[in-house]
């Protein structure tokens, strides 16, 4: 019985099998210690800060909440106080935290192209037996992932250390200030600023010029997303007449209208101020002290209000429920990593191109 | 008679004269144009964004103020509309970076680039004398770098000129205190000084690391430590804080430090002092209802403890203390920066080329 013989072995003997992708793993290591230690560091020095002030916090609250009976003026007075020790620091912790990603993005991210670049090592690295292409996307993939892995759960433990000042009402969840720091986006942003960095880094070719730029770009970048792209995510909801938004509703805009007609800021004060002194005059008693007027100011700007509503006006107010924060999170997510994705794409697209 | 001769006008042609000072302006703009022309661009491009949304935060401000009645659904309206707007801006913290990017980014590869590259044993065996040129580099520089921020500082005291503004009160505003610790540094001389400071660590980490990128990142590191540290322990020392025991009469223009409660010289802990308010406040006041009248009747209630033995304390700096800080602080960073700029020099000159 005649069997087919198996194929040679070594078939591929005269076109050398390539080096295999885990050998770039101590490579990496070796040139990116310092920029990965760093990272290690940063991040590890403000997790102990995090960590201390986020026990003390939760100290605080429990403190706070433990406070019985609960509705009593003292157990209020206790909660206002938390919030006036604690909000102010841990609003601007959360604002200073939206520059980490940005820093390690241009500092690990960017030298790592431009730094061949510059010293002109490239001419060696990308002519090795790896290839280039191979040599950039072994590079920009794992420290893309490793720096965003970090940040991913550093951004839990800001979680957790901000939780109390969300769970009594001081913040809310879609404020742009903290929206970035929460979530999978601090992830994301992380790597997008990294992508931005090797790009920038490719495209200038000297390393200080780079993280320069990949910060500039990185800001901008922040800025236009908080201030023109969230809004807009999904289609606000538009509330009519509300005395308030509800509780820890994003609110973008507010307006009147009568009778279907925008009516202007400044024509709409004039109303209300007219409103609001024949129902001030109206109401009043004539020997009311002085000082008690203000109790009777809350009551005409109610009565003001009932009056609009019944005479064909209405306010408006167009918000983004509290609800929408993790649709929102994946949304920015899944653009900042396809933004991440494509970026890198394009950086090993061109280095494949580039004259050596 | 005999005169005594002239001295030879040149007894000194056997050693030769050193390059003037004035030569060194066009080797120090040619070689960092790049950085200055970048820190111009980064205060222009934020400057420019300031004064677009400063003129509407002052627009909004001046109606909030000439609303009348103040009181009135559409006053609350107007002044919502001043305290919404740019408030992303209003504690500062987003600015606060600024100093020490345009700082860092310059002084860092000062020296650093010369010493990595291996540069400097080319610059530093010239006839300028290798002293001279770091210091005429890192003086020049750090003048260079300190006079833009000072001019972008005078914008920013324009912009936050309405949160500080006292009588804020009289129409609903938060006025808020010119110590204010995230703002502090923002409006003022010291804006400059923290520039000049992150400048001067940056040079003296470049020559310390003598590699860029770290000398930068190390200089970033050390200057949020030094600020952080200063704005959270250093700065409520400048002056020994006031305390009095009249916190009803406290402008809001001054910085609280701690309060606490006394009675009979002894320090009541607030968790005591809690139920005391409490029990007080149902024996005297039974009747109150809603939470803003309680807050009426909490003044109230402060007034009736202080007349049974209590004493409620406030430590505090004084919002006049405002510009003796800022010339404290300018002043300390100033001398902190000469230092650094003094120890780089030296390194200089004590490292073999």
């Not at chain 1, 910060?215 to 809004?231: H, I, N, Q």
């Not at chain 2, 009348?68 to 987003?94: D, K, M, W, Y």
Request: proline share 6%; hydrophobic share 50%.
């Amino acid at each position: 019985m005649t069997a087919v013989t198996m194929p040679a072995a070594h078939e591929d003997n005269e076109n050398p099998r390539p080096v295999p992708w885990r050998r770039m793993a101590g490579i990496i290591w070796r040139q990116h210690r310092y920029a990965l230690i760093g990272v290690a560091v940063l991040l590890g020095a403000l997790s102990l800060y995090l960590a201390v002030a986020g026990a003390s916090m939760h100290h605080a609250y429990a403190t706070a909440l433990a406070c019985r009976p609960a509705n009593s003026f003292a157990c209020q007075n206790q909660v206002i106080d938390f919030n006036t020790a604690y909000a102010p620091t841990a609003q601007t912790i959360g604002v200073l935290l939206m520059a980490v990603p940005m820093l390690i993005g241009a500092f690990v991210g960017a030298p790592v192209l431009a730094r061949e670049l510059e010293t002109g090592t490239f001419r060696y690295a990308w002519t090795q037996g790896f290839g280039r292409r191979r040599w950039t996307v072994a590079k920009l993939v794992p420290l893309g992932v490793i720096v965003a892995v970090a940040a991913g759960l550093f951004s839990l433990l800001f979680s957790w250390y901000y939780q109390p000042l969300f769970t009594d009402g001081d913040s809310i969840p879609l404020d742009p200030k903290l929206f970035g720091v929460r979530g999978v986006v601090y992830a994301a942003w992380t790597l997008a600023a990294s992508a931005v960095g090797a790009s920038a880094g490719l495209l200038i070719r000297r390393v200080v010029p780079a993280i320069a730029v990949t910060l500039a770009f990185c800001v901008a970048l922040t800025f236009a997303a908080g201030l023109y792209l969230r809004p807009h995510y999904e289609t606000p909801v538009l509330g009519k007449n509300l005395a308030s938004a509800p509780a820890s509703a994003w609110v973008l805009n507010g307006w009147w209208t009568k009778d279907g007609t925008t009516i202007s800021q400044s024509a709409m004060n004039q109303v209300e101020t007219t409103l609001f002194q024949q129902t001030m005059t109206a109401t009043v008693p004539k020997n009311v002290n002085s000082d008690n007027i203000k109790f009777y100011k809350g009551s005409a700007n109610t009565q003001v209000q009932d009056y609009l509503y019944r005479h064909g006006y209405a306010q408006w107010t167009s918000y983004q429920p509290a609800s929408r924060f993790w649709p929102f999170q994946w949304i920015e997510g899944g653009w900042l990593l396809a933004l991440s994705v494509l970026l890198i794409a394009a950086t090993v697209w061109l280095v494949g191109r580039r004259a050596v | 008679m005999t005169v005594q001769t002239l001295p030879a006008a040149a007894p000194d042609d056997i050693s030769l004269r050193p390059v003037p000072w004035r030569r060194m302006a066009g080797v120090i703009w040619r070689q960092h144009r790049y950085a200055l022309i970048g820190e111009i661009a980064v205060l222009g491009a934020v400057a420019v964004v300031l004064w677009l949304i400063g003129t509407s935060l002052h627009h909004d401000y001046a109606a909030a103020l000439a609303c009348r009645p103040a009181g009135s659904q559409a006053c609350a309206e107007t002044a919502l509309t001043f305290s919404g707007s740019f408030a992303f801006l209003a504690n500062g913290g987003i600015l606060q970076p600024l100093p020490v990017l345009v700082g860092a980014f310059v002084g860092g590869p000062l020296l650093a680039r010369e010493l990595e590259t291996g540069t400097f044993r080319y610059a530093w065996t010239q006839g300028f004398g290798r002293r001279r040129w770091a210091l005429a580099k890192l003086v020049s520089l750090a003048v260079a770098v300190t006079v833009p921020a000072l001019l972008f500082s005078l914008e920013l005291a324009w912009y936050y000129q309405p949160y500080f503004a006292t009588r804020n009160q009289a129409y609903d505003l938060t006025e808020m205190t010119p110590l204010y610790p995230a703002l502090f540094d923002l409006h003022g001389v010291v804006f400059a000084a923290w520039t000049l400071a992150a400048f001067a660590i940056g040079g003296l980490a470049g020559m310390l690391i003598r590699r860029v990128v770290p000398a930068i990142a190390a200089a970033m590191a050390v200057y949020v430590g030094l600020a952080f540290a200063t704005g959270a322990f250093l700065r409520e020392h400048y002056l020994a804080p006031l305390v009095t025991t009249g916190s009803l009469n406290l402008p809001n223009s001054a910085w609280i430090l701690s309060q606490w409660w006394t009675k009979g010289g002894a320090v009541v802990s607030p968790t005591t002092m809690n139920h005391v308010i409490d029990n007080t406040f149902t024996s005297v006041n039974p009747a109150v209802n809603s939470p803003g009248q309680k807050f009426l009747a909490y003044q109230g209630i402060l007034q009736y403890l202080t007349e049974h033995g209590y004493t409620y304390w406030t430590r505090y700096q004084p919002g006049t203390r405002y510009w003796p800080f800022q010339w404290i602080e300018s002043g300390w960073l100033l001398a902190l920066s000469a230092l650094c700029i003094a120890a780089a020099v030296w390194l200089v000159r004590r490292r073999a080329a």
